[in-house]
């Protein structure tokens, strides 16, 4: 099945500065990728998503890349700010079937006033 | 976007008793939903996928008989976890497919926090 890797585990950042994290995949065959965003206690929200035939998205702050060859994508968030905190989840489909999403382990934002 | 209930939000029960998660589609029919659980401070482990009309899929390593899975209509999926033990405790949570337009997206329940004693 897919494999995703995702680092860092935590981020540290001062409010204005730009996080960056970066997951990578490995089924060759995945060609939706969702950007999550975890509040403590609660549901993950889709905060971006790319699919494989788009090689960078766009949305206000918040950006993602995705390099196929290399099996490689990564959030950017601009201009941080402190309700930016929370754990941020990448994930990957296998396959065709959207909704058999692969989760890498998440990232801990914390963004400093 | 699409709303997706799930109860109870929180459970406890004893050891050896079955607890039931409902997980429901409010404004879209969902044909496909999935279930996911996650430990304290780690990732979503996807568990199974729920097909509507038909049996569930399961992942390596679930098991079938432990977490029954039921989806009965196009907006109701319901996870059973049976003979619940503490190592079953842990926060469960579904998503479903809104596929109403050319833009497939997945959209997650509120999640069920399980406590077994």
């Known amino acids: 099945g897919e494999n995703v890797e995702q680092h860092p585990s935590t981020l540290s950042v001062q409010e204005g500065d730009s996080a960056v994290i970066k997951c990578t995949y490995s089924?060759?065959?995945?060609?939706?990728f969702p950007w999550y965003k975890q509040e403590l206690g609660k549901r993950p929200q889709l905060i971006i998503d790319?699919?494989?035939?788009?090689g960078e998205k766009k949305d206000q702050r918040i950006a993602v890349t995705l390099n196929k060859t290399a099996k490689h994508f990564s959030l950017h968030i601009t201009e941080t700010q402190p309700e930016d905190s929370a754990v941020y989840f990448c994930a990957a489909t296998s396959g065709s079937t959207l909704g058999r999403l692969y989760f890498g382990r998440g990232t801990q934002l914390t963004v400093w006033p | 976007g699409a709303v997706v209930s799930q109860h109870p939000s929180w459970v406890i029960c004893k050891s050896g008793t079955s607890v039931k998660i409902e997980c429901r589609s409010l404004?879209?029919?969902?044909?496909?939903m999935f279930w996911y659980r996650q430990f304290p401070k780690q990732s979503l482990m996807l568990m199974a996928t729920s097909n509507e009309g038909s049996k569930a899929t399961y992942e390596q390593g679930v098991e079938k008989d432990k977490f029954l899975i039921n989806h009965a209509s196009l907006t109701l999926s319901t996870l059973t976890v049976t003979s619940a033990h503490p190592e079953d405790s842990s926060f469960y949570i579904c998503?479903?497919?809104?596929?109403?337009?050319?833009?497939?997206?997945?959209?997650f329940g509120s999640g069920t926090q399980l406590s077994v004693l």
């Open positions: 998503s479903a497919r809104d596929n109403r337009n050319s833009r497939e997206k997945l959209f």
């Open positions: 790319i699919r494989s035939n788009v």
């Open positions: 089924d060759s065959a995945s060609n939706y």
């Open positions: 404004d879209f029919q969902a044909t496909t």
